[in-house]
Every structure is written in structure tokens, then in C-alpha cells.
């Protein structure tokens, strides 16, 4: 479960080591233009990871008995839309302060090589000054499908009145650069007796709710170009979803579904101090000037909406293996394995 997790970090951080300059260099453009640029390089990360985590939640609408339980592993990837591969600067509404010769820079989902250079020209204490960096080209062509994973160990309880609880969840793990954690619940009710002589068929029906934090805090410090102290990248995400399912349990393969109602938010932020250098066009030693910025970025993400999955499930005794497609803004693949004890 840790490797699992951890993996889901490095591809939730890995655009902040993709520019040359490191993201920081962001805060170049200051801060309103820098929350700007931030918030529309990693916006598709920030929404596919809000579906991912909403996913795999379920491979039957059949109640466990009192007692039984699953334990099932699977990875969840939403398919991120290629108009969010790329993103216009002329939409972003920055100043006039920062420039690209580029029209277009690409978003963490975009592809790797769409580098775009930044020219900075502001003021400071009266004094014109200049600056300039790169914006970082995607992770595309390091995502299977250009998909944002999500992997996820389940737990499943039976408890008496056919209700199942589910459990999602992984402690503080992590080095000292980069730690996360994770915690989802979710209670499943099988309410198939309500709909009278259909209890005697193979169809099963259940209402299914769902919630799922994580926090993840990446040190920047240790790998920062831009002098200053405490620098680090935090992300919290919360994520929900309501559901009505059904699944028809034949003894070899079973065939599931559901609709609902799913979405969440997200947040990222950079804290710390940035000691950001300008240059003046002056001789040494009055070449550059330094602006220091305390907790530059904090950028909040949300994305909701109607859902609907179709999948199907092979039951080999305890042995499942299961496979779902999920209709939404962000559609979903999902695939995983179970152990099953009913």
C-alpha cells in the first residue's frame, strides 16, 4: 500500500521538478500572474485526481454477509481531455508585466517538449527591472493514455442489515523531501428486498456514498533555485461521491453498474519565504535587485457532476477480477483484483 501511494505522489509532483529553473521560478511574474500560470499549468492534474480518487469503489451491488470481507487492489485513471493539453496566455489575463513569444504553453497533461520562455519587464522601488524563465512542457508522454492514476487498496466489511463499510486509508508515508497521507470511507446499503420478487433473481441493488482526504506536503527547499526559507508545496484534496447501483451475480461473471453524483476540490499552495532576483541592465555589484515573497501561491480547485459506470466482474471462488468505464467530465477507467470472503 505504501509503494502504491507513494507512486501516486511522484506522479502528482513530478511537474514540479520538469522546468529547468524548478517551479519557483513561476514567482518570477509575480504573484497575481503566478497564481495564474500556476493554477492553469496544473488545473487538469487537480480535476482528473478528484475523479480518480472517487473511482473503484465497488464491483457488485451485493452485500457481504455479517462478517464477510474483501480486501480489493486497483488503479483508477482518469482520462484527462486533449483541450486541456494545452492552454492560451491570451486567456489567462495577465499583465502587461509578463510576456511570451509562445501563444501557447502547455499544461501538466500537455506534451513534454512544449517549452514556453517567459519575459519578465516590471518595476520595483521605482527601478525598471527584467527577468526571465521557462515554463515547463507536460508529463504526457510519461501518463499510460494521458491519464491521471490513482491506485487504491479497499478494505470491505460486512455488517448486519446488508450494509458493507469501506475503508481506503494509508498513514503519514514518505521521505523527507515528499510525505502523504490518505483516508476514504464509504458505506454501501443493499436495498434489492424493497423492489418486492426481483430479490429472488440474480440483480442486486444498493445506495453507495463515498469521501476521500489526502494531503500531500513536498519539500521544495533542498532543490529550490530561488534563495529563502521553509519553501515547500502542500496539496489537499477531498473528493465524494452518491451513487445508486446494481450488478447481475452470475457464478462466473458478473456485469455492474451505477449512477450518481460525484466531485470534490482541491488545493495547492506554496509556502515559505522566495527571494526573487531581477536585473537592473547596470554594471556589477548594482546588476540585480531581490523581492522576497512569503507564501506566494494558494489555488483552489473544484469539479462536479452527474456519473454513470458500466463494468463487469469474473469470480474465480475468492479470486475476483474486475474492469469499469465511468462517463464523466473526466472519464474514468478503472481496473483492479479482489479477495473475496463472504
Known sequence: MKKLTLLFIIILLNFSVKAQDGMEAILLSGISDANKLTEAYINPAMKGLIHSMNGGWYHTAKAHKTFGFDVSIGLNASLIPSSEEIFNFSDLGLSSNTTSTSLTGATVAGPNSLEAPINVSTT??????????????????????????????????????????????????????????????GVKKEITSLFGPIDKLPLHVALLGTY???????????????????????????????????????????????????????????????????????????????????????????????????????????????????????????????????
Do not use: C
Not at 455488517?159 to 514518505?174: A, E, F, S, T
Not at 502542500?234 to 450488478?247: E, G, M, P, R
Open 124 to 185: 520595483i522601488n521605482g527601478q525598471n527591472v527584467t527577468a526571465n524563465y521557462t515554463m515547463p512542457g507536460g508529463i504526457k508522454d510519461d501518463l499510460p493514455l494521458n491519464a491521471m492514476p490513482a491506485p487504491s487498496v479497499q478494505i470491505t466489511l460486512g455488517l448486519p442489515q446488508k450494509i458493507d463499510i469501506m475503508l481506503r486509508g494509508v498513514p503519514n508515508v514518505g521521505s523527507d523531501d515528499v510525505k502523504g497521507n490518505l483516508l476514504g470511507v
Open 212 to 342: 476521500t482526504t489526502m494531503d500531500v506536503t513536498y519539500n521544495l527547499q533542498n532543490d529550490s533555485s530561488i534563495q529563502g526559507t521553509n519553501q515547500e508545496a502542500t496539496f489537499n484534496l477531498n473528493a465524494y461521491s452518491v451513487q445508486a447501483i446494481a450488478s447481475i451475480n452470475f457464478p462466473v461473471v458478473n456485469f455492474y453498474g451505477g449512477i450518481g453524483y460525484s466531485g470534490g476540490n482541491s488545493k495547492f499552495k506554496m509556502k515559505g519565504t522566495y527571494n526573487l532576483e531581477y536585473n537592473t541592465g547596470y554594471p556589477a555589484p548594482n546588476d540585480t535587485v531581490e523581492v522576497e515573497f512569503t507564501d506566494p501561491v494558494n489555488l483552489s480547485f473544484e469539479s462536479k457532476g452527474l456519473k454513470t459506470t458500466l463494468g463487469t466482474r469474473i469470480s474465480l471462488g475468492f479470486f475476483k477480477l474486475f474492469a469499469d468505464y465511468t462517463t464523466q467530465e473526466y472519464n474514468t477507467i478503472t481496473t483492479g483484483i479482489a479477495f473475496s470472503f463472504r
